[in-house]
């Protein structure tokens, strides 16, 4: 079967598609159900750090119904489509947001988690998902076989999670968190819109000449989104080469950090000064804080930037039994096994008995290993003699 590129379809593949990404971009009380539902759930994972909860909220997230939609209105013109599936996804994205600012209003005396902080620094990277995803999910649409596959792309291009991430900003008042969430969630938009225009334009769902317009509305915001994403990207790779020359310089140049273990070199440049913050896992690792100065004088002065350098120390212990001495092991923890019989039975020690069968208690022995009970006799003490006085001293007259 060979793949149509830039032949047109039949007006009837049109049609069924249009009518298709129509009905399921209409702004429906299922489509508000499924998008709260998966807000929620969204909001409370990214509290609760936990991937699995957000993913299970991106499946069930309807927003990649009418971005495709989208994305075929804006190559074909078709206004009533264009109008339909920007009203859906504007209340959508405003009832999401509405909901993911109320929830954190309530749950802000907990700290941001790691997958809360994660979107708030989009990349090129993040553009490149968006991308991808969008075209992957414009060309399950061409095909009603294919349809049911745009969970896992929504899945991929995790469209809802950056936009409960701008209603926690929001709530907290962070304006870091909320606009690189919305910079996130905008990315995403306009990714899979462009990406999925030109799916359709490639398969000939309209001609080049009608899609020229809306292709390069997308495109120019697209550019727009490249310029912060760029300066993003050339951040997160300076704070990679920072970290990874910290690292080389910490182990091999200096003699402190020889003989721990170093498990992790953080750099955060979004501060004045850079800090660099390093963890080691030691054990009776003599440091102070002049030496702490001393390394970063020095990595001052190889970086050639100001840094602020903290030291995080893990103590580590490691014990095994070879490390026992015989001599301490007290005699009562001594393992002494049980006798047996043949039938290899336990057999208890016989308490002693008299003859009429009785136990007889063992008897008190007063002369071996008994305490002799303590005089009650008070020794006179002379007329003519002090023996404490009043500081608490002993003196003798």
């Known amino acids: 079967m060979s793949i149509k590129l830039i032949s047109h379809v039949e007006d009837s593949q049109l049609t069924a598609l249009q009518k298709r990404l129509e009905s399921i971009s209409l702004l429906t009380p299922e489509f508000i159900v499924l998008l709260a539902g ?41 206004t009533a489509l264009l109008r339909r599936a920007m009203f859906t996804l504007v209340v959508g994205s405003i009832t999401g ?26 990349t090129l990277l993040d553009l490149g998902v968006a991308l991808i995803a969008g075209a992957i999910g414009a060309y399950c649409q061409t095909n009603q076989k294919l ?15 950056p936009l409960s991430v701008v209603g926690i900003g929001l ?40 899609a020229k317009k809306g292709l390069a509305i997308s495109a120019a915001m697209t550019i727009l989104l490249i310029l912060p994403l760029a300066l993003s990207m050339r951040e997160l790779v300076l704070e990679n080469q920072i970290s990874a020359k910290v690292r080389s310089l910490l182990k091999d140049r200096t003699l402190t950090f020889r003989g721990v273990l170093l498990r ?19 054990s009776n690792w003599p440091i102070s804080a002049n030496q702490v100065k001393l390394v ?7 970086i050639g930037i100001p840094i602020e350098f903290r ?30 019989t043949d039938a290899g039975t336990v057999e208890p020690e016989p308490a002693p008995t008299t003859d009429a069968g009785t136990v007889e208690p063992e008897p008190a022995s007063t002369t ?14 002379p007329a003519d003699s002090k023996a404490v006085t009043e500081s608490g001293l002993g003196e003798g007259k």
């Open 97 to 122: 947001l509405l909901i993911a600012t109320a929830m954190a209003s309530f749950l802000r005396s907990l700290e941001l988690s790691p997958e809360i902080l994660g979107r708030t620094h989009p």
């Open 171 to 210: 709530a907290l008042n962070e304006v870091s968190i909320w606009s690189g969430a919305a910079l996130l969630y905008a990315t995403n938009l306009i990714g899979i819109t462009l990406a999925g225009s030109l799916v359709f334009l490639l398969m000939g769902y309209t001609p080049l000449q009608q």
């Open 38 to 78: 998966s807000t929620v759930i969204a909001t409370f994972g990214l509290f609760q750090n936990s991937a699995a909860v957000i993913i299970g909220a991106m499946i069930i997230a309807p927003l990649m119904r009418p971005l495709v939609a989208l994305s075929l209105a804006t190559i074909t013109a078709d």
């Open 368 to 381: 071996v290993g008994t305490v002799e009970p303590e005089s009650t006799a008070t020794t006179p003490v």
């Open 311 to 340: 030291l995080r120390i893990i103590p580590s212990q490691e014990l095994s039994v070879y490390d026992i001495l015989p001599e301490e092991v007290p005699k009562t923890q001594l393992v002494r096994p049980l006798p047996t």
């Open 296 to 302: 970063q004088d020095f990595l001052v002065k190889e």
């Open 147 to 161: 349809a049911d596959s745009l969970a896992g792309v929504a899945i991929a291009v995790a469209l809802v999670p």
């Open 264 to 282: 992790e070199v953080e750099v955060k440049r979004f501060r004045t000064p850079m800090r660099v913050m390093a963890t080691v896992i030691a």
